[in-house]
């Protein structure tokens, strides 16, 4: 998951910036979970206790998952649309990690959301924020200090509701 980092941020890197614009959202999810409750009425699964999930080089880690699946069937299985992750949400790649309160990745629409108190991490870079947006179509990133627009009561956020981090620079003789 490369592109983690917002283009925007990137300069100096922009073949990491577009690095997650080539993955692979058809390929299959895998899930492990302690518990799973299967709602087949309201065309969604509930996982708990240590959830796992992995698409191609991409893991998601939560306390807890919600899998929105549609009734029609294609080769027999139900086709995933949304995953609903709450509880010490991670999603890491190769070369990034980005933890928050809640994820949410809409498979339809190619999007990972990650809201309250968002960290991404490549390297010894690090970035803080109320809400990261990553698009898998364009492979294009956007943080936001506030994971609501305006905060509001209960809404983790960047230090003063902004964006903060730090970029290490290549040592200069």
Known sequence: ???????VLLTAS?????????????????????????????????????????????????ARMTVAYTNQKQASSPS?????ASGGVTVRSPDQTARGDFGIYDLNRKLITMLGAVTLVQGTNTVHGGRLV????????????????????????????????RFTVPQRN
């Open 134 to 165: 990553i698009d898998l179509n364009s492979g294009r990133s956007v943080m936001d200090g506030s994971a609501v627009s305006g905060g509001g009561a209960g809404v983790s956020t960047g230090a003063g509701g902004r964006v903060t981090g």
């Open 80 to 84: 995933v649309q949304r995953l609903d």
């Open 14 to 62: 922009p073949a990491a910036a577009q690095a997650l614009k080539g993955h692979d959202t058809n390929a299959p999810v895998d899930f492990a979970a302690d518990r799973i409750e299967v709602q087949d009425k309201a065309n969604r699964a509930v996982f708990s206790g240590n959830v796992h999930a992995i698409q191609g080089n991409m893991t998601l880690d939560a």
């Open 1 to 7: 998951m490369r592109p983690l980092l917002m283009l």
